[in-house]
C-alpha cells in the first residue's frame, strides 16, 4: 500500500484564481517512523522490565534465602516445612520470569563464546525432536563452511528452544518446522525490517507451517507478557527473551508471517573472524572445607546482607558486613587480620562494587573478589563474564552461594 500526502495551496494564475495541488509519497517515511516508535517502545518497556527485575531479585533472594534456612531446621514430615518449601518453589518460579524479564532488557550477564551455529543447532536436535513430538517434522539445512559468531552459547540454545516451542504450540495438528542456517551479507540497502548494518552475518531461521499470525499481533510480539496461548499456558515472555538476547548479542530479529500460512524467524548475527571456541572440560573440583576464612559482605539491601551473612556464618566463616563501599574500605581498614574474600553487590550507590574491588585489592592484593547482582547495568558490569570475573547472579539460594565462595576461594584470586 501507498501512502500519499497531498497539500493544497490557493494562487492566482494569470489574474484568474486557481489551486495548486501537490502529492508526494511518504510510504518510506512513514514506514521508519514506525519502526522508530517501536523501537522506543520497546527500549522504555526494557528499562521497565529491567527495574522490577532488579527489585524483584533482591527481594526473592531474601525469600529464597529465608526459606532454605528454615528448611535445615525443620524436620521431615513436619507440616511446617511442607508450607516452607511451597514458599520456595513459588520463589523459584519467580526468579525464572525475573530471568526472563532480564534477558529481554538487556541487563543480563553473557558468557559470550566464539561459536559455531551449525555446532549449536546439531548438539540440540535429540532434545528438538523429543520437545515437538510424532506429529510434527523437524528438518534442519544447514550451510556448510559457516563463519562462526560470538555469542553465550547457553543463550543461544534458549533462543533455538523459545522459538521451537512456539512452533510446535501453532500446528496443534501437526506439520513441519524447519532449522536452516546461511551465510549473507547485508548492504545496508535492504528495505528488511531491523535494518542490519552493513557487514557479513550468520543467519538462523525458524520456518513453520503452522497457524501465522495477523498484523495486529505479529505488532506486539516482543513485547513481554503479551500471548496469544489460552491462560495458564504461556508467560508471555518466550518471543521476549529472544528478542533480548539477539539484540544483546549484537544481532537482528524479524519476523515474517501469514494467517494459516506459517511464520518464519530470520535471526542474523555478525560474523567473527575467529575459530570456535572448544569446550572445557574441568576436572573435578576437590573443594576444601571452611576453615574460619574472613569475607567481607557488602550490599545495599538490608534484607539480602542478613541472609547471606548468617549463610556464611553458618558455612564456617567469619563475616565483616557493611552496606555501601566507603562503608566497607572503613571495615578493612580497621580490620588487622586477613580478608581472604570480598563479596560485594555490583551496583550500590556512591561506590559501585567494581570500583570497591579496585580500591581494595591495592591494599589487600591477596584478597580475592565475588561479584553479585540482580541486573546488569551495561556501564557498571560489561564484560565481567568475558573478563573472567567471579560473578553470583541474584537470585540465589545458600547453598548456592556457599559453593560459590567456596569455589573462588579455592581458585584463583579474581581481583579485578
Do not use: C
Not at 126 to 154: F, K
Amino acid at each position: 500500500m501507498i501512502e500519499v500526502d497531498v497539500t493544497s495551496h490557493e494562487l492566482s494564475f494569470a489574474g484568474r484564481p486557481a489551486r495548486l495541488v501537490l502529492a508526494r509519497d511518504v510510504t518510506e517515511t512513514r514506514r521508519l517512523e514506525d519502526q522508530l516508535r517501536q523501537a522506543q517502545k520497546m527500549e522504555a518497556v526494557g528499562r521497565l522490565a529491567g527495574g522490577i527485575a532488579h527489585d524483584f531479585n533482591n527481594l526473592l533472594t531474601a525469600i529464597l534465602g529465608t526459606t532454605q534456612l528454615l528448611l535445615r531446621d525443620l524436620e521431615p514430615g513436619v507440616t511446617m516445612r511442607d508450607d516452607v518449601e511451597e514458599i520456595r518453589k513459588a520463589a523459584l518460579r519467580a526468579a525464572d520470569l525475573t530471568r526472563q524479564l532480564l534477558a529481554y532488557s538487556r541487563r543480563q550477564v553473557l558468557a559470550p563464546k566464539v561459536l559455531d551455529l551449525n555446532t549449536v543447532v546439531s548438539n540440540l536436535d535429540t532434545m528438538l525432536r523429543r520437545l515437538i513430538g510424532e506429529d510434527v517434522q523437524l528438518v534442519t539445512e544447514l550451510a556448510p563452511h559457516l563463519p562462526t559468531i560470538q555469542a553465550d552459547p547457553s543463550q543461544l540454545e534458549q533462543v533455538i528452544l523459545n522459538l521451537i516451542v512456539n512452533s510446535r504450540d501453532a500446528m496443534p495438528h501437526g506439520g513441519r518446522v524447519t532449522i536452516r542456517t546461511a551465510h549473507t551479507r547485508f548492504t545496508g540497502a535492504e528495505t528488511t525490517a531491523p535494518l542490519p548494518a552493513p557487514g557479513a552475518y550468520a543467519l538462523l531461521e525458524v520456518v513453520d507451517t503452522g497457524t501465522g499470525m495477523t498484523a495486529d499481533v505479529k505488532a506486539h510480539l516482543f513485547e513481554p507478557f503479551f500471548t496469544t496461548k489460552e491462560v495458564g499456558k504461556g508467560t508471555g515472555l518466550g518471543l521476549a527473551t529472544v528478542y533480548g538476547v539477539v539484540k544483546q548479542s549484537g544481532g537482528y530479529i524479524w519476523i515474517e508471517s501469514e494467517t494459516d500460512r506459517g511464520t518464519a524467524v530470520r535471526i542474523a548475527f555478525p560474523v567473527v573472524a575467529a575459530s570456535p571456541q572448544p569446550h572445557e572440560v574441568l576436572p573435578p573440583r576437590v573443594e576444601s572445607s571452611p576453615a574460619g576464612e574472613t569475607v567481607l559482605l557488602v550490599e545495599d539491601e538490608e534484607a539480602v546482607r542478613r541472609v547471606a551473612a548468617k549463610t556464611l556464618e553458618l558455612s564456617g566463616y567469619r563475616v565483616l558486613t557493611a552496606k555501601d563501599g566507603p562503608e566497607a574500605l572503613t571495615v578493612a581498614a580497621r580490620e588487622s587480620g586477613t580478608i581472604n574474600l570480598l563479596l560485594t553487590d555490583m551496583v550500590m550507590p556512591g561506590m559501585t562494587g567494581r570500583e570497591l574491588a579496585e580500591r581494595l585489592v591495592v591494599a589487600r592484593p591477596a584478597t580475592r573478589v565475588l561479584y553479585m547482582s540482580g541486573y546488569t547495568e551495561d556501564a557498571v558490569v560489561r564484560g565481567t563474564a568475558a573478563a573472567g570475573l567471579a560473578f553470583l547472579q541474584k537470585p540465589f539460594e545458600p547453598e548456592a552461594l556457599a559453593r560459590k565462595v567456596r569455589e573462588v576461594l579455592d581458585g584463583r584470586p579474581g581481583q579485578r
